[in-house]
C-alpha cells in the first residue's frame, strides 16, 4: 500500500471528477504550483496508484439504450479451458466487461444492446453459443450512480 497525504488524496478526488484537468488547474484548485501537481501526479502514476485516464463514453447517446449485467456459469469447467472462454467473449464487440468472481457465477459481463430485441440476438447467437456455458442470468440496468470509490 502507497502512503498517501492529504494533498494526494485531494489530488486523485480532483482526477477522479474529471481526469481532463490540466496540472496547472489541478494546482490552483489544490494551492501548489503546476509543476508540483505535475510532479504528484507522475509519483501517483510511478508508484501504480494512477492507472491511466480512462474515456467513459455514453453509450445511450451511441444508440445503445440498454446495458444487462450477465452471470455466467460454465458447463464444463474441466473440458474448456478459462482463457479460451475469456478471449471468446472478449471478441464480442458488445461485451464492455469480463469479470472472473468467485460465487455462484464464474464470470460476470456488462453487455450493451440497441434495446431489447438487439440484445435477445446478441444473447442467443454470440454468447449462448460460446464454449461452455452453462446457466446464464441477466440483470438488466434501470440506472447507474458513479461513485469515485475508496479515496480515503
Same mark, same amino acid.
Given at each position: 500500500? *502507497?502512503? +498517501?497525504?492529504?494533498?494526494?488524496?485531494?489530488?486523485?478526488?480532483? +482526477?477522479?471528477?474529471?481526469? *481532463?484537468?490540466?496540472?496547472?488547474?489541478?494546482? /490552483?484548485?489544490?494551492?501548489?504550483?503546476?509543476?508540483?501537481?505535475?510532479?504528484?501526479? %507522475?509519483?501517483?502514476?510511478?508508484?501504480? !496508484?494512477?492507472?491511466? /485516464?480512462?474515456?467513459?463514453?455514453?453509450?445511450?447517446? =451511441?444508440? $445503445? &439504450?440498454? *446495458?444487462? $449485467? =450477465?452471470?455466467?456459469?460454465?458447463?464444463?469447467? &474441466?473440458?474448456?479451458?478459462?482463457?479460451? $472462454?475469456? %478471449?471468446?467473449?472478449?471478441?464480442?464487440?458488445?461485451?464492455? %466487461?469480463? @469479470?472472473?468472481?468467485? &460465487?455462484? #457465477?464464474? #464470470? %460476470?459481463? /456488462? !453487455?450493451?444492446?440497441?434495446?431489447?430485441?438487439? $440484445? @435477445?440476438? !446478441?444473447?442467443?447467437?454470440?454468447?449462448? *453459443?460460446?464454449?461452455?456455458?452453462?446457466?446464464?442470468?441477466?440483470?438488466?440496468?434501470?440506472?447507474?450512480?458513479?461513485?469515485?470509490?475508496?479515496?480515503?
Amino acid at each position: 500500500m *502507497t502512503d +498517501l497525504d492529504d494533498l494526494d488524496r485531494a489530488l486523485l478526488r480532483a +482526477l477522479a471528477q474529471d481526469a *481532463t484537468q490540466s496540472a496547472g488547474a489541478l494546482g /490552483r484548485a489544490l494551492g501548489l504550483s503546476q509543476p508540483a501537481a505535475w510532479r504528484r501526479i %507522475r509519483k501517483l502514476e510511478a508508484a501504480g !496508484v494512477l492507472r491511466g /485516464r480512462r474515456l467513459r463514453l455514453n453509450a445511450e447517446k =451511441l444508440g $445503445f &439504450g440498454v *446495458t444487462v $449485467f =450477465l452471470g455466467i456459469k460454465l458447463a464444463t469447467k &474441466g473440458r474448456v479451458s478459462l482463457e479460451d $472462454f475469456e %478471449r471468446a467473449v472478449s471478441a464480442i464487440p458488445e461485451v464492455q %466487461r469480463v @469479470e472472473h468472481v468467485l &460465487g455462484l #457465477y464464474d #464470470y %460476470r459481463l /456488462r !453487455v450493451v444492446a440497441r434495446d431489447l430485441p438487439d $440484445f @435477445e440476438r !446478441v444473447l442467443r447467437r454470440r454468447i449462448m *453459443t460460446l464454449p461452455g456455458v452453462g446457466e446464464v442470468e441477466a440483470n438488466v440496468l434501470l440506472s447507474e450512480e458513479r461513485r469515485l470509490g475508496p479515496i480515503g
